[in-house]
């Protein structure tokens, strides 16, 4: 079966327990500082971004993201997007530092996908309209979220996004970072993993190939510190 059409890596999601140390994870693991991003005033988060486009994950980008402080939480109860509100999840920020926890992937049938993950018995749940400003204009994007902000199969179904106008990564310099290759693994069915196929993914049975079976996603990069291999937490 093949690859749904659009279906492609849109981002992977660095979480961070401050922006500042995101910052300086990257710089530690990776070897270069990320470049601007920016702050989402519907979930009250702030990120920094870089390139790691390559021929293969066309348009595809780094995203370091953690709670600002400094902005107001989101409205009507809803939950951050990327579990970012889980105690848990913030304990191990603070303890072991910033983590890949999740990827994003952009479609341009976001209602066909919508309901493939739901035929799947996955909670997706609905889109959302999301935007922020940037120098080179308003970037504006169509999300899927769901109101308890949890990821799914511990963050390797992905969160989808369709893009509304320019892609971020259009106006990125390249960071010296390129994503070589992203397995999926987690507790997939068949059909799921199906699904998730897309240019440059690996998706494996939980527990097979490199990535022990507690291992949602394992993200390789080749970085100016050589290659660098990056997991979800055990």
Request: hydrophobic content about 40%; aromatic content about 6%; proline content about 10%.
């Amino acid at each position: 079966m093949s690859a749904a059409p659009g279906l492609a890596v849109d981002h992977l999601v660095v979480a961070a327990h401050t922006l500042a140390q995101g910052v300086q994870w990257c710089k530690t693991t990776l070897g270069v500082t990320p470049g601007p991003g920016g702050e989402h005033p519907l979930m009250g988060t702030h990120n920094r971004l870089l390139s790691v486009a390559t021929d293969t994950f066309a348009l595809a980008y780094f995203e370091i993201i953690a709670i600002n402080p400094a902005a107001p939480g989101p409205r009507d109860n809803r939950k951050r997007w990327f579990g970012l509100d889980d105690p848990q999840l913030q304990q191990r920020l603070a303890e072991q530092g910033p983590q890949l926890v999740h990827w994003v992937a952009r479609t341009g049938s976001m209602a066909f996908h919508r309901w493939r993950l739901i035929e799947l018995g996955y909670r997706p749940g609905q889109p959302v309209a999301a935007s922020r400003p940037t120098p080179q204009g308003l970037l504006q994007w169509k999300i899927l979220l769901r109101p308890d902000g949890m990821l799914m199969a511990q963050g390797a179904v992905p969160t989808l996004i369709e893009w509304q106008g320019p892609h971020p990564v259009q106006s990125m310099p390249a960071s010296g970072v390129t994503l070589s290759g992203l397995q999926v693994a987690g507790r997939l069915s068949p059909a799921a993993r199906r699904m998730l196929q897309a240019p440059g993914v690996e998706t494996v049975e939980s527990g097979s190939g490199s990535s022990p079976s507690a291992l949602a996603l394992t993200a390789t990069l080749q970085t100016p510190l050589g290659p660098r291999q990056l997991c979800t937490a055990v």
